[in-house]
């Protein structure tokens, strides 16, 4: 692909002043009904700021709303732009991007749904390495081409590349259904719906391999199982379970019909429907619940919680993937954008908890591993000093507690936790057992205390010979010590 972007002229201040100014402007005019002034002045937004996707959004809204979305335009729309489809033509044969928007943009004035052109502008934004812009050219299209493949194709991989894996693999299907000779879109489906079939439910071990990964291993042990990934088809469950499914849907609705103000009933359906990969009527109970059991905290976080499971179902695709290509730079960036929006939303969700019951120490233990989880490594102390006077969550705070001084470059204060909370740790945290004893024995050794370090190592090694690269240290440390 050209990296066309970084020859693309830079706005002055000023040209973005005179932008913003327009923008303002025709938003106050065609609030006022005048939608072709207003048109002209987003159309001069976009040929100013063309990187600014915002005026693109006001412009296709307001040429939409002037011909009253009859998903046509104007008549003979098609032959009026005729010579311009020409010039459209020629700029993206030569390359030049920019010209090729411009051009587009002016057909689009005539008919704000024109397939064809669409597709071109998406495109030419690929090329242009504007993926968002891409993205939404073909997503605020595709409601009226909804199974066209030429549509779903390029949407599919803008998906793929985002690490939007559940959507991509839903598009690539519908190419395939299409166009059942298509080589790609057989490969991808069945590529990307065996590693969301491997990813059931898993994300959390997946993350880590074969093990959980010390930094997720106390919130799998507090989460409640994952729910299935949807099949293929998007069906309801297996014919073995549908009848018990529908009869535990019947009765909870009818407990819901009684008495539609008590919110456990409603979480109780929201629980069946999420285990047989019913997201969007799980989704619709909650919408529906929050009138009649007034806003009830449970029913909102749990829609907090639900809007989070796509992220992590990609990010559980993502690391069976990534584990099938170790070292790929392109998965290990989705993996990284990915686990970032996760810790991001999850952190709000349990800060919201926490903050309604500050009491409650399971709630501040998540909050705190999400607050180290994204840097905030301060107020991560903070959360977790408080919950390590709970006896419950003594040796996990204290693990990650010495990560938070770990990464704050205090060896003394990491050391100190981390070796208390080896200590603490129950029979059943081996994962934080084995990861606090294998940075103990790096840190002793980097801090000059070999002897330390290869005796912990020497225990690391015996429970797990393969844990990362002891066994190599561990060679190493001797020979050293052995000089």
């Known amino acids: 692909m050209t990296d066309t972007a970084t020859t693309l002229p830079k706005l002055t201040p000023e040209q973005r002043r005179a932008a913003a100014s327009q923008f303002e402007r025709a938003n106050q005019v065609i609030k006022g009904g005048d939608h072709d002034y207003g048109i002209q002045l987003l159309l001069t937004c976009s040929k100013l700021d063309p990187t600014n996707l915002i005026y693109r959004q006001a412009l296709r809204q307001a040429q939409r709303a002037k011909y009253q979305n009859n998903e046509r ?21 030569g390359g030049d991007y920019k010209e090729a928007l411009v051009q587009a943009e002016s057909i689009l004035m005539r008919n704000p749904w024109d397939l064809s052109t669409h597709l071109v502008m998406a495109q030419a934004f690929e090329e242009l390495e504007w993926s968002d812009h891409a993205l ?36 690539w299907e519908l190419v395939r259904q299409a166009v059942p000779t298509d080589l790609e879109a057989q490969h991808k489906a069945t590529d990307l719906s065996a590693s969301a079939t491997i990813a059931k439910g898993r994300y959390e071990e997946v993350i880590a391999g074969n093990a959980l990964s010390p930094m997720d291993e106390g919130e799998a042990e507090t989460a409640p199982e994952q729910p299935a990934l949807a099949d293929a088809d998007g069906q309801t ?32 359906l929201v629980d069946v429907y999420k285990k047989a990969d019913q997201f969007d009527k799980a989704r ?32 559980a695709v993502a690391e069976v993937r990534l584990r099938k290509k170790p070292n790929d730079a392109a998965l290990e960036q989705i993996q990284a954008k990915l686990a970032k929006e996760i810790n991001t939303r999850e952190l709000e969700l349990h800060r919201r908890r926490s903050d309604r019951s500050p009491t409650d120490m399971a709630a501040r233990f998540e909050m705190g591993l999400r607050l180290l989880r994204v840097g905030q490594t301060d107020e991560a102390i903070k959360e977790l000093q408080v919950v390590r006077n709970d006896p419950r969550h003594h040796g996990k705070a204290l693990f990650y507690l010495g990560l938070c001084f770990k990464s704050r470059n205090n060896w003394r204060l990491a050391q100190r936790n981390l070796e208390d909370a080896l200590q603490h740790l129950a029979s059943g945290e081996s994962a934080l057992r084995k990861e606090g004893m294998y940075l103990l024995a790096v840190g002793y050794a980097e801090s000059g205390e070999l002897q330390r370090a290869i005796d912990l190592a020497c225990e690391l090694a015996n429970l797990d010979y393969n844990y990362k690269d002891i066994g190599a240290l561990l060679d190493d440390w001797q020979a050293k010590a052995v000089k």
């Open 136 to 171: 939404w050219t073909l997503e605020q299209i595709r409601p009226m081409n909804p199974k066209n493949p030429k549509v779903n194709r390029p949407l599919a991989r803008l998906y793929e590349n985002r690490g939007n894996f559940n959507q991509a693999i839903a598009l």
């Open 237 to 268: 469950p297996a014919p073995a379970r549908e009848d018990r499914y529908l009869r535990e849907v019947a009765a909870i609705m009818e407990r819901i019909k009684i008495n539609p103000k008590v919110a456990n009933a409603y979480l109780q």
């Open 73 to 93: 335009g104007q008549p003979l729309a098609y032959i009026r732009s005729f010579l311009t489809r020409i010039r459209l033509k020629r700029a993206m044969m």
């Open 284 to 315: 619709e109970v909650l919408e529906q619940a929050l009138v009649p059991t007034n806003n009830s905290f449970e029913i909102t976080q749990e829609l907090l919680d639900l809007s989070i499971e796509p992220f992590r179902r990609d990010l």
